[in-house]
């Protein structure tokens, strides 16, 4: 089993179409690849676990008064995004995003 599972990571690490698909979603080693990652998926997630319950309760209160149909939907939509808090997937995810960038930018650095 041990055997089976070297050899397929083998096979997936070898793979072109899989590196080639890693290599897209790998943010550029640029400022606006740095800012993008922090401002799309860990300063959500932040403001999810600190302000989640304030902010569904918030968005309940506004569905209550809020006499269109297109603001309540908003409205419902922004509890429902906020209800649980932060997701600790999309926390890591960013993380990971962030430590890969700086990887390559340092691994760069050292070939130069």
Same mark, same amino acid.
């Given at each position: 089993?041990?055997?089976?599972?070297?050899?397929?990571?083998?096979?997936?690490?070898?793979? #072109?179409?899989?590196?080639?698909?890693?290599? !897209?979603?790998? #943010?550029?080693?640029?400022? =606006? +690849? $740095?800012?993008?990652?922090?401002?799309?998926?860990?300063? #959500?997630?932040?403001?999810?676990?600190? =302000?989640?319950?304030?902010?569904?309760?918030?968005?309940?209160?506004?569905?209550?008064?809020? #006499?269109?149909?297109? +603001?309540?939907? @908003?409205? =419902?939509?922004?509890?429902? @995004?906020?209800?649980?808090? +932060?997701? /600790?997937?999309?926390?890591?995810?960013? $993380?990971?995003?962030?430590? =890969? @960038?700086? /990887?390559?930018?340092?691994? !760069?650095?050292?070939?130069?």
């Amino acid at each position: 089993m041990k055997e089976r599972l070297k050899n397929a990571a083998k096979r997936t690490a070898q793979n #072109p179409v899989l590196r080639k698909s890693a290599e !897209s979603i790998k #943010p550029n080693r640029s400022i =606006w +690849g $740095v800012l993008g990652v922090v401002f799309f998926f860990i300063l #959500p997630e932040i403001v999810g676990f600190v =302000w989640g319950a304030e902010i569904t309760a918030w968005a309940h209160q506004k569905n209550l008064i809020d #006499p269109t149909e297109t +603001g309540k939907k @908003l409205y =419902w939509l922004i509890g429902k @995004l906020f209800e649980d808090g +932060g997701s /600790w997937v999309n926390l890591t995810i960013g $993380v990971l995003l962030l430590v =890969w @960038l700086f /990887w390559d930018w340092k691994k !760069s650095k050292a070939s130069e």
